[in-house]
T-cell receptor, first 115, second 112 residues
Framework: DQQVKQNSPSLSVQEGRISILNCDYTNSMFDYFLWYKKYPAEGPTFLISISSIKDKNEDGRFTVFLNKSAKHLSLHIVPSQPGDSAVYFCAASALGGTSYGKLTFGQGTILTVHP | EAQVTQNPRYLITVTGKKLTVTCSQNMNHEYMSWYRQDPGLGLRQIYYSMNVEVTDKGDVPEGYKVSRKEKRNFPLILESPSPNQTSLYFC???????????FGSGTRLTVV
């Protein structure tokens, strides 16, 4: 039962263009969402997050959009750079519930940015 | 330097031979957690701990044990490893639990 789904295993983008990574979730109790980036041979690193009381959060080149009614979030990277090439994981948690330490991840999307 | 340290980085073992993967954090975080990463399945939470002596199951706890006797340490124990536990394991810690974890560099475990 995959509660957080990233349906695109990979995405290829030209340097300077926009990268859009998508994520869907099924658990309506989720109220906090995060994106992590992972390079080979390293652990995932936190990128950006959004609370369910917002629909957008920006941090430099990275913007996360949340559509609660559709149970969908997306990560926009503008402009994309070759150093952004990595695996991106979407994650969700239910901070209002009893399992405060539980963080559920999607399958990941491999982003490749071509020079 | 604030970090999560897990050891070993690589481990090859045989079916049924008990092993422990250690994890330590120096950030005084309340929460700690173990994940495994498998192709096509992403990161799946094995166990997490909210504080000393308080642990809870994640999504895939079968075949694993954990303990939290000290705040900084959270070892992962495989009492009788099997080949389906061959995976890349990550330890993580957090001050705010589900609001985001800091991950270690990973332990690649192979069970033959």
């Amino acid at each position: 039962d995959q509660q957080v789904k990233q349906n695109s295993p990979s995405l290829s983008v030209q340097e300077g263009r926009i990268s859009i990574l998508n994520c869907d979730y099924t658990n309506s109790m989720f109220d906090y969402f995060l994106w992590y980036k992972k390079y080979p041979a390293e652990g995932p690193t936190f990128l950006i997050s959004i609370s369910s009381i917002k629909d957008k959060n920006e941090d430099g080149r990275f913007t996360v959009f949340l559509n609660k009614s559709a149970k969908h979030l997306s990560l926009h990277i503008v402009p994309s750079q070759p150093g952004d090439s990595a695996v991106y994981f979407c994650a969700a948690s239910a901070l209002g519930g009893t399992s405060y330490g539980k963080l559920t991840f999607g399958q990941g999307t491999i982003l490749t940015v071509h020079p | 330097e604030a970090q999560v340290t897990q050891n070993p980085r690589y481990l090859i073992t045989v079916t049924g031979k008990k092993l422990t993967v250690t994890c330590s954090q120096n950030m005084n975080h309340e929460y700690m957690s173990w994940y495994r990463q498998d192709p096509g399945l992403g990161l799946r939470q094995i166990y997490y701990s909210m504080n000393v002596e308080v642990t809870d199951k994640g999504d895939v706890p079968e075949g694993y044990k954990v303990s939290r006797k000290e705040k900084r340490n959270f070892p992962l124990i495989l009492e009788s490893p099997s080949p389906n536990q061959t995976s890349l394991y990550f330890c993580a810690s957090s001050f705010l639990g589900g609001q985001g974890y800091t991950f270690g560099s990973g332990t690649r475990l192979t069970v033959v």
